[in-house]
């Protein structure tokens, strides 16, 4: 059984989840996000532990309160608070928004922005935004993110030469390879040259780790056009440079016309993913 956590007294900056809509009488949160729960008898002050990677806390019998003063059970909120089946879980930077920032009369869709995700959830950190928005401040900080790590020389990244697979991002020239997560922000993936000679990345899909030629990739998620990419066709690169995954520089040809290495290949088309994999 686990030990629960419990202090003597309660932060001087907690106040009582007393609000309309997420309203427990026996909780209180501070501005810094931790919550805690004073026994209604013993008095005694447990402290809530975060779920998923510090972004939620469990809240299996959250409550509202209507404006007539009856208390109801609280129904799901897009971006605030998620129920499945009797388990309830809240938001803890948009738990406190809601008591510290501003308290939304209807936060339905709504999402508590984390202003700098580089430092932790204060109210001076947090603001509210619409899903479009945050979405906006989101790719705004990968434009940041991609642009830092360029020469100072270098003009400032297009967003364009890059497309999501799966949560990463790939450039169309072959060099960057970027996935984004909710605790570690944006992370370069390390591009390693097989023993075969070609450049490849690991990537987790689905939670499971999938090595990919880098080449068949950078082809598959930067055309407009679809086509299977069956066991006989090879990727080619136009310069005979194997490391210069560059879009423009890739084409396609069979076995034959690889060896040849004519000049009547085809220009490169989207691939199916499942040719991408690197067969061992």
Same mark, same amino acid.
């Given at each position: 059984?686990?030990?629960?956590?419990?202090?003597?007294?309660?932060?001087?900056?907690?106040?009582?989840?007393?609000?309309? +809509?997420?309203?427990?009488?026996?909780?209180?949160?501070?501005?810094?996000?931790?919550?805690?729960?004073?026994?209604?008898?013993?008095?005694?002050?447990?402290?809530?532990?975060?779920?998923?990677?510090?972004?939620?806390?469990?809240?299996?019998?959250?409550?509202?309160?209507? $404006?007539?003063?009856?208390?109801?059970?609280?129904? @799901? *909120?897009?971006?605030?608070?998620?129920?499945?089946?009797?388990?309830?879980?809240?938001?803890?930077?948009? +738990?406190?928004?809601?008591?510290?920032?501003?308290?939304?009369?209807?936060?339905?869709?709504?999402?508590?922005? +984390?202003?700098?995700?580089?430092?932790?959830?204060?109210?001076?950190?947090?603001?509210?935004?619409?899903?479009?928005?945050?979405?906006?401040?989101?790719?705004?900080?990968?434009?940041?993110?991609?642009?830092?790590?360029?020469? $100072?020389?270098?003009?400032?990244?297009?967003?364009?030469?890059? @497309?999501?697979? !799966?949560?990463?991002?790939?450039?169309?020239?072959?060099?960057?390879?970027?996935? !984004?997560?909710?605790?570690?922000?944006?992370?370069?993936?390390?591009?390693?040259?097989?023993?075969?000679?070609?450049?490849?990345?690991?990537?987790?899909?689905?939670?499971?780790?999938?090595?990919?030629? +880098?080449?068949?990739?950078?082809?598959?998620?930067?055309? $407009?056009? $679809?086509?299977?990419?069956?066991?006989? *066709?090879?990727?080619?690169? *136009?310069?005979?440079?194997?490391?210069?995954?560059?879009?423009?520089?890739?084409? *396609?040809?069979?076995?034959?016309?690889?060896?040849?290495?004519?000049?009547?290949?085809?220009?490169?088309?989207?691939?199916?993913?499942?040719?991408?994999?690197?067969?061992?």
């Amino acid at each position: 059984m686990a030990i629960r956590k419990t202090i003597e007294e309660l932060p001087a900056d907690a106040i009582p989840c007393d609000g309309p +809509l997420m309203y427990h009488q026996d909780k209180h949160v501070s501005p810094d996000g931790r919550l805690f729960t004073v026994h209604p008898t013993t008095g005694t002050i447990e402290v809530a532990t975060p779920t998923d990677n510090h972004q939620y806390y469990a809240w299996c019998n959250a409550k509202q309160r209507l $404006s007539n003063g009856s208390i109801i059970d609280m129904d @799901k *909120i897009t971006g605030f608070y998620r129920l499945n089946k009797g388990d309830g879980r809240v938001l803890i930077r948009a +738990l406190v928004a809601y008591y510290f920032v501003e308290r939304l009369s209807d936060p339905d869709g709504m999402r508590a922005h +984390l202003i700098d995700s580089n430092e932790p959830i204060s109210p001076g950190n947090l603001r509210w935004v619409t899903a479009d928005e945050q979405t906006r401040l989101r790719m705004n900080k990968l434009r940041s993110k991609v642009g830092t790590n360029k020469s $100072s020389d270098k003009e400032d990244i297009d967003l364009t030469a890059y @497309k999501e697979f !799966h949560g990463y991002v790939v450039k169309t020239d072959g060099t960057e390879v970027i996935k !984004h997560t909710k605790r570690n922000g944006f992370k370069n993936i390390a591009i390693r040259v097989g023993s075969d000679g070609y450049h490849n990345v690991t990537l987790t899909i689905n939670r499971q780790q999938k090595c990919y030629r +880098l080449n068949r990739l950078i082809a598959m998620i930067h055309h $407009s056009e $679809s086509k299977e990419l069956s066991s006989d *066709i090879v990727i080619d690169h *136009i310069d005979g440079n194997i490391l210069n995954n560059a879009f423009s520089n890739l084409t *396609i040809v069979d076995h034959v016309e690889n060896v040849r290495r004519g000049n009547s290949a085809t220009n490169f088309i989207k691939v199916d993913p499942s040719s991408m994999l690197i067969q061992y």
